[in-house]
């Protein structure tokens, strides 16, 4: 008897569960096109188990790990302008705005207060102003963290928590790979919305300056970033990073980026009718 077929499909390989994990990095407005990306994800139903965010990318990846469909979020970020963001901070010393509006945003889009009213494990980074090291924040008010993960020293203001001085994230790491993998996902798919240099053109006020300054800093330490096992980079050299009427075209810029980038995913990932990420092995 020819039993030839038999260990063929004993020895072909099975899907196993895999944890497919979002690495969102910041840049001001240009993070909607992590909403552009999340949009052809959930059009796929291709559904994330973890999600990381910096800066921007912490403001998008809340709405993730509260369920928040990408749609909503963009309507919620078009209609918003800066005084949804923040307001001047008339008696702080220590930054130009105060950016609890951005707070109260975030808790009306997302209708959650704590990390522990999320759907999925989130973390969001900040930086320690007073010890120089990185804050994973993973736990207690929601708010609280986001603000930190995006308060650009000098700018916005920081935010204490816990005995330390919280500033944005951006400044030690720009897309949270290696926190997404100790949320457990053991694929990365990593979203950079900072634009090559020399694309940007020359600044027009301080706030140009400053965060044209966190691109360079960025740069240079994108050799020592751990790498994440795909990264799209959507094309926002065209987008002011604090003008509102540029959302459409970082959304847009998004969902081209995650179009040209999904072949690769799929290649790489095999997903179930349930939208689970597996690997076959």
Not at 58 to 79: D, H
Not at 165 to 189: F, I, K, S, T
């Amino acid at each position: 008897m020819n039993l030839d077929w038999l260990f063929k499909r004993a020895r072909t390989p099975k899907p196993v569960p895999r944890r497919l994990g979002l690495a969102l990095g910041g840049g001001a407005i240009r993070g909607a096109a992590h909403l552009g990306v999340l949009a052809v994800l959930e059009r796929e139903g291709i559904r994330p188990d973890v999600v990381a965010g910096v800066s921007a990318g912490a403001i998008v990846g809340a709405g993730v790990a509260a369920g928040v469909p990408a749609a909503e979020m963009y309507e919620a970020l078009r209609k918003a302008g800066w005084l949804q963001i923040a307001v001047p901070a008339w008696r702080s010393k220590l930054s130009m705005l105060d950016s609890s509006p951005l707070g109260a945003l975030i808790e009306r889009v997302t209708e959650v207060c704590d990390f522990e009213g999320l759907t999925l494990p989130f973390a969001a980074l900040a930086t320690d102003l007073l010890t120089g090291t990185q804050a994973v924040i993973t736990s207690g008010p929601l708010r609280e963290a986001v603000v930190a993960s995006s308060a650009i020293p000098g700018l916005f203001e920081p935010v204490r928590r816990e005995g330390r001085l919280l500033v944005d994230g951006q400044l030690l790491e720009n897309v949270p790979v290696q926190a997404a993998r100790d949320l457990g996902a053991d694929y990365v798919l990593g979203v950079d919305v900072m634009p090559p240099p020399g694309t940007s053109g020359e600044p027009t006020d301080l706030r140009d300056v400053m965060l044209m300054s966190w691109d360079v800093i960025q740069r240079a330490r994108r050799g020592d970033s751990v790498q994440p096992d795909l990264m799209v980079t959507p094309d926002v050299s065209g987008v002011d990073p604090w003008d509102f009427l540029k959302i459409g075209d970082a959304y847009e810029a998004g969902i081209a980026a995650m179009e040209g980038a999904l072949p690769h995913l799929r290649a790489d990932l095999a997903f179930d009718a349930d939208g689970h990420a597996s690997a076959l092995r």
